[in-house]
Nanobody
Framework: VQLVESGGGLVQPGGSLRLSCAAS????????MSWYRQASGKERELVAR????????YVTDSLKGRFTISRDNAKNTVYLQMNSLKPEDTAAYYC?????WGQGTQVTVSS
């Protein structure tokens, strides 16, 4: 199993980023995919998750309206679209599936 995140970086407040997680080593379309994040000094927290078929998605309440999770089963990739980013969104963002974690991608929101 391999989960490889990409798309992080430095963005100004109010900006947008789209994170990607490319998956391999398992039947992607059968598995729920999740995004978590961990800010410095804080616990890792769930951001969003989506079912294998993509027909049901959940975004944690505090991020609804700004973050969207989606997937492309033909590309074995799950995405996290993040809009109207705030400094408090600064964190390492991790992909999680089949009890495995990706290496994470850093998102820094700062002017």
């Amino acid at each position: 199993v391999q989960l490889v995140e990409s798309g992080g970086g430095l963005v100004q407040p109010g900006g947008s980023l789209r994170l990607s997680c490319a998956a391999s080593g398992f039947t992607f379309s059968s598995e729920r995919m999740s995004w978590y994040r961990q800010a410095s000094g804080k616990e890792r927290e769930l951001v969003a998750r989506i079912t294998g078929s993509g027909d049901s998605a959940y975004v944690t309440d505090s991020l609804k309206g700004r973050f969207t999770i989606s997937r492309d089963n033909a590309k074995n990739t799950v995405y996290l679209q993040m809009n109207s980013l705030k400094p408090e969104d600064t964190a390492a963002y991790y992909c999680f599936a089949v009890n495995k974690w990706g290496q994470g991608t850093q998102v820094t929101v700062s002017s």
